[in-house]
């Protein structure tokens, strides 16, 4: 079945750039979604990319798509305390039509 | 405009007994979600609406939940018995149709069973 992986942890001190990865299994994925979970919140979409893009820039997120690889990656430049979350991979695809979930991956962002 | 609105918050209930969450979505958007997300977990669908009409329950444990969308509006989530294993965050979402790019997730209700 379908499946999407990301790593648990990524800690990165305040100003640098955090890059969250994610692989997923789906070959017939057509969108792929990056979520953002704060402590005691729900899930704000943060960017999302069609599966024949490889790339989209959105202020300070960058989303790189290797379709080849299955490998999807954001990138968050110059990190502040307020993204500290949990960043949650996710992918869609026509078959089902149903969002599949990475486990999330937890960003500490230390001052 | 107002997001998706669930309530209550949270709930503390006993095993075995009955409880229910209330979702109201985004208005106009068709597609109404029930998620379940365990602690250190990606949500888990349990139930799609498209409308009134429920289009995928097949994760729905039909023994113990129920849902319904009267009028294809706001929905409600019951569990009937509860057990242990329930507690979770139960999410809402909802979109403007099933092939939309964007859900909008409620802030959730924190459920604890003991």
């Known amino acids: ?111 | 405009e107002a997001g998706v609105v669930q309530s209550p918050r949270y709930k503390i209930i006993e095993k075995k007994q009955p409880v229910a969450f209330w979702c109201n979505p985004i208005s106009g958007h068709n597609t109404l979600y029930w998620y379940r997300q365990n602690l250190g977990q990606g949500p888990e669908l349990l139930i799609r609406y498209e409308n009134e009409e429920a289009v995928d329950d097949s994760q729905l444990p039909k023994d113990r939940f129920s849902a319904e969308r009267l009028k294809g509006v706001d929905s409600t989530l019951k569990i009937q018995p509860a057990e242990l294993g329930d507690s979770a965050v139960y999410l809402c979402a909802s979109s403007l149709v099933l092939e939309s790019t964007e859900a909008f997730f409620g802030q959730g209700t924190r459920l604890t069973v003991v």
């Open chain 1, 1 to 111: 079945g379908e499946d999407v992986e990301q790593s648990l942890f990524l800690s990165v001190r305040e100003g640098d750039s955090s890059v969250i990865n994610c692989t997923y299994t789906d070959s017939s994925s057509t969108y792929l979604y990056w979520y953002k979970q704060e402590p005691g919140a729900g899930l704000q979409l943060l960017t999302y990319i069609f599966s024949n893009m490889d790339m989209k820039q959105d202020q300070r997120l960058t989303v790189l798509l290797n379709k080849k690889d299955k490998h999807l990656s954001l990138r968050i430049a110059d990190t502040q305390t307020g993204d500290s979350a949990i960043y949650f991979c996710a992918e869609t695809s026509a078959a089902n039509r149903k969002l599949i979930w990475g486990l999330g991956t937890s960003l500490a962002v230390n001052p």
